[in-house]
């Protein structure tokens, strides 16, 4: 289960970002490992176009209480 979770990429940002951003594809990219209820690869157009809800730093797991 442990291993498995470490080898999954989870959804992370390319740069900082502040809240009321709306994030768009360029924001976005799959990276190892996935943290614990971040966001999965698969699921990156159903991000695009939503807004954080607070401050991000960059190579930062985005997860969907991050968004509004």
């Given at each position: ?25 360029v ?32 190579d ?9």
């Open positions: 289960e442990e291993t498995a979770i470490v080898q999954r990429r989870g959804v992370r940002l390319t740069r900082s970002l502040q809240a009321g951003h709306v994030l768009e594809k924001d976005l990219f799959p990276l190892r490992p996935r943290t614990l209820n971040s966001i999965s690869p698969d699921e990156i157009a159903e991000v695009i176009g939503k807004k954080l809800r607070k401050d991000k730093t960059v930062e797991c985005l997860c969907w209480e991050d968004l509004e």
